[in-house]
C-alpha cells in the first residue's frame, strides 16, 4: 500500500511522546532522569570521547557537566529523552549504558525522528541495542499512531547510516549543507520507515530477537536483514 492509497479522511493529529516505560526481553526504556541516570551514564561513557564525535553536544570534562547536560535534556520540550537500561541474567534491571529520543516531532502530520542516540561500548553491537531500537518504533507507530519515523545523520557517519538500513529505514537523499555541528558542515542523510511498512519490519525484528536465533554464546545465527528478506523479500531493502 503506498501512500496514495491510503484513505487519511479521518486523520487526526497524534499525541506528542510521553514520559513512559518501555520493556522488553533485554532492555527497559525508561524517561531520563539526571538524578537517576547520570552516575550510571558517567561510568558507561568515561574515556570512551568517541561516542560523542557524531552527536551534537558532548564530550563531557566531569560528572557534573554530563548531570547539567541531561537535566537539560530531562526538561526540555523539543525531545522526549529515554535511558537505555540492560536486564541483567539475574533477572533484575541494570544500570544505564546509553540513550535515546524521539524529536522533531510533527503531531498534525504524524511525523517524528529518533535521534540524538547515545550507545555506549558496553551497548554496542548487541540486541538489546537492537531491541531499544525496536520498542521505540513500536511506541512510534503502534503507541502514538504515527505515520512516518526518520532516522537522520551525518551523511560521513557510516556506522549510524549501516544502522539505518539494518533497522529497516528506507534511504531518501542528501541534504548538502544542513547543518553546522560543532563548527564542522553536515550533510545530512535522510531515513525513513513508514506506517504501512512498520508490520513487515515489526515481523522481522521479533524474529531476530527470538531466542531461537542465539546460540548458547549469545552469537546471532542469522542476521536482521537476513531475516526480514526471508520473512518480506518484496520489502526488506
Same mark, same amino acid.
Given at each position: ?19 513512559? +516505560? ?15 541516570? +547520570? ?5 558507561? =561513557? ?39 537500561? =540492560?536486564? +541483567? ?7 544505564? =549504558? ?31 541495542? +537492537? ?42 537523499? =542528501? ?63
Amino acid at each position: 500500500m503506498s501512500t496514495e492509497e491510503q484513505n487519511l479522511n479521518n486523520w487526526q493529529p497524534r499525541p506528542l511522546p510521553e514520559a513512559i +516505560t518501555l520493556a522488553g526481553r533485554w532492555v527497559v526504556l525508561e524517561p531520563l532522569s539526571a538524578a537517576s541516570h +547520570t552516575h550510571d551514564l558517567w561510568t558507561a =561513557v568515561a574515556g570512551e570521547d568517541q561516542v560523542w564525535d557524531w552527536l551534537g553536544d558532548g564530550p563531557y570534562a566531569s560528572e557534573a557537566e554530563l548531570d547539567q547536560a541531561l537535566a537539560a535534556k530531562e526538561t526540555g520540550a523539543a525531545a522526549r529523552f529515554y535511558a537505555i537500561r =540492560v536486564n +541483567t541474567q539475574a533477572g533484575s534491571v541494570g544500570p544505564a =549504558v546509553g540513550y535515546a529520543s524521539l524529536m522533531r516531532m510533527d503531531p498534525v502530520n504524524g511525523v517524528i525522528e529518533v535521534g540524538n542516540v547515545l550507545f555506549s561500548p558496553a551497548l554496542q553491537r548487541t540486541a538489546s541495542a +537492537t531491541e531499544a531500537m525496536f520498542l521505540m518504533a513500536q511506541y512510534v507507530f503502534e503507541g502514538l499512531g504515527y505515520r512516518r519515523y526518520e532516522w537522520k545523520c551525518n551523511a560521513r557517519n557510516l556506522p549510524s547510516r549501516r544502522a539505518a538500513e539494518r533497522f529497516g529505514f528506507q534511504f531518501e537523499g =542528501v541534504f548538502r549543507q544542513h547543518m553546522v555541528i560543532k563548527s564542522r558542515n553536515r550533510d545530512t542523510a535522510w531515513y525513513a520507515m513508514l506506517d504501512w511498512e512498520w508490520p513487515a519490519r515489526k515481523r522481522a525484528f521479533e524474529a531476530w530477537l527470538a531466542l531461537s536465533n542465539f546460540d548458547a554464546n549469545g552469537r546471532q545465527r542469522s542476521t536482521l536483514q537476513a531475516v526480514a528478506a526471508h520473512l518480506d523479500p518484496d520489502v526488506s531493502s
